[in-house]
């Protein structure tokens, strides 16, 4: 499905959508939805310009994203404090 039509369909619904959170909750699959379908931010933001509900879901995933991704990167550091821990101590 092209981001165009996409787009149409967030048009139609969201306005048929009463309470803002739930406008939020739905932006947030949308943009779920089309990462997941292989549609870039940068492909999703330009389609969707304007719509201010759409463009804090890209920016909610992006940062979402690049915290799951620094969470990943291991720096071995996380056995440090048990490497530091004295048995001695609870004796």
């Known amino acids: 499905m092209s981001l165009q039509v996409v787009c149409e369909i967030w048009h139609a619904i969201s306005h048929s959508v009463a309470m803002v959170e739930e406008r939020r909750d739905l932006a947030e ?5 089309l ?7 940068q492909e999703i933001k330009q389609e969707f ?8 879901a890209l920016k909610n995933h992006a940062d979402f994203d ?5 969470e990943d990167e291991d720096d071995g550091d996380d056995w440090a404090v048990i490497d530091d821990f ?3 101590e609870w004796d």
């Open 35 to 41: 990462i997941d379908n292989d549609y870039s931010i």
């Open 66 to 70: 690049s915290d799951d991704k620094s």
């Open 29 to 33: 699959q949308v943009v779920a939805i």
């Open 49 to 56: 310009e304007g719509e201010r509900l759409i463009q804090t």
């Open 86 to 88: 004295d048995d001695d």
